[in-house]
Every structure is written in C-alpha cells, then in structure tokens.
C-alpha cells in the first residue's frame, strides 16, 4: 500500500466550483505540504504544517485553503475554481530532521 | 527570482553512457541538497541527497557532486539505463536555520531521455 494517497486522482471541474483535494499518510510523519506543478514551472509550494495545530501559506496561497484533520490528514480547497488553477497537485510528507520529502501520486485537476 | 535553476530543460544520452545532470544556486544559505526523479503519472520520488559537509554523496549508479564555492551541483547517472528516462528535479532547503527555511525549493527540472 501507498504511504501517501490522494483523492481524487483526476478531477474536471468548472469555473467558480468549489474543490476539495485529499491526501492521506501512512508514514506516520508530523509535517505535511501542498504543492502545484505547471509545465515548466517546477514544484511551488502552497501550504504546509508542521503539526495539526500549524498551517503556513506557502509561495503560492491565494485562492487556496487547506484543512489538517489529524496528523495523517491534510485537504486542500479551492473556494471558487478558477481555469489558471489548471495543474497537477502533489501531497508531500517530511519528518524532521532531514526533511526529506515524500510525495503522493498526484492529482491532475482541470478547471473549464 | 530563482533560487534554484536547471538550465537545461532537456538531455539525451546513449544508453551505458554518463548522464550529467546539472543546478545551480544562489542562496548560500542552502545547506541540504536534494535529487528527485519524477515519471508521467506518478509523484516524485526521492533518489538521492548531500548535506554542504560533503562534496559527493555516491548510491550505487548515482553519484552527487557539490560544488559550494560555485554554488552548483550535478546528478552523475553511471551506466545511464533507459529506465532512467524521467523528470529530474533538483531541490535545497536551509535546513539548519529551521521553521520555513528548512522548506525545500524545487529547479524547474530536466527531462532525461535514455536512448536504447
């Protein structure tokens, strides 16, 4: 079994819906991220925490919303989707102290 | 601005050939280097690391050498096998300072095409 899932692994959606992507971990790891890649653009970072009770924006928060449910559970909403929002979406978990990060699958969502 | 580069987005190699991936740098606060591997449909997967107190770190065909004074480091893949076509990310965080800095920042990656 997987250590770090995402649901949906596709999602279609239209402009101005209201999205919300999972990610789930086994690992077990305190520390939990968000991510966008966009052709060309390499990984950029959304949100993360630390622990359930810490959540810090990331390089590129606006339009985002995430939620840490328990230690293994971090969601990442889209309040009002918006076509520019169009990318592949990774969940990644770390544990100090070398922070290496372990990514989930993915998530291609596409916004109409 | 990018703290992170990877200038070239593409490399072909022959297969049993070097493949040289290559990153540079600009913040000398970096001091944890990274090398992800990424396929089509798939996350990243983690291949290989080098904290600043070394200037190679080898496992097994993939070897990272870091040049600090340059503020560059390379991916050596030896015999390079058409299994290695992939995305190859680079990433370095600030770990020592800790709290945000210890976050990791991505290059744009290079494409790596293993030709049989």
């Known amino acids: 079994d997987a250590d770090v899932t995402q649901t949906p692994r596709n999602r279609i959606t239209k402009t101005g819906k209201r999205i919300m992507l999972e990610c789930s971990q086994t690992?077990?790891?305190?520390?939990m991220y968000w991510y966008r890649q966009d052709p060309g653009l390499g990984l950029r970072l959304i949100y993360y925490?630390?622990?359930?009770?810490?959540?810090n924006k990331g390089e590129i928060s606006d339009g985002y919303s995430v939620s840490r449910q328990a230690q293994a559970k971090f969601s990442l909403s889209l309040e009002s989707a918006i076509p520019n929002q169009t990318a592949l979406y990774f969940c990644?978990?770390?544990?100090?102290?070398?922070?290496?990060?372990?990514f989930g699958p993915g998530t291609r969502l596409t916004v109409l | 601005d990018q703290q992170v580069k990877q200038n070239s987005p593409s490399l072909s190699v022959q297969e049993g050939r070097i493949s040289i991936l290559n990153c540079d740098y600009t913040?000398?606060?970096?001091?944890?280097f990274l090398w992800y591997k990424k396929y089509p449909a798939e996350g990243p997967t983690f291949l290989i690391s080098?904290?600043?107190?070394?200037d190679k770190n080898e496992d097994g065909r993939f070897t990272v050498f870091l040049n600090k004074s340059a503020k560059h480091l390379s991916l050596h893949i030896v015999p390079s096998q058409p299994g290695d076509s992939a995305v190859y990310f680079c990433?370095?965080?600030?770990?020592?300072?800790?709290?945000?800095?210890?976050?990791?920042?991505f290059g744009k990656g290079t494409k790596l095409s293993v030709k049989p």
């Open positions: 990644a978990t770390s544990v100090p102290p070398t922070d290496t990060q372990y």
């Open positions: 080098i904290s600043s107190i070394k």
């Open positions: 925490s630390f622990d359930v009770k810490d959540i």
């Open positions: 913040n000398s606060m970096f001091d944890y």
């Open positions: 690992k077990g790891h305190d520390r």
């Open positions: 990433a370095a965080s600030a770990r020592n300072y800790g709290g945000s800095q210890g976050n990791l920042i």
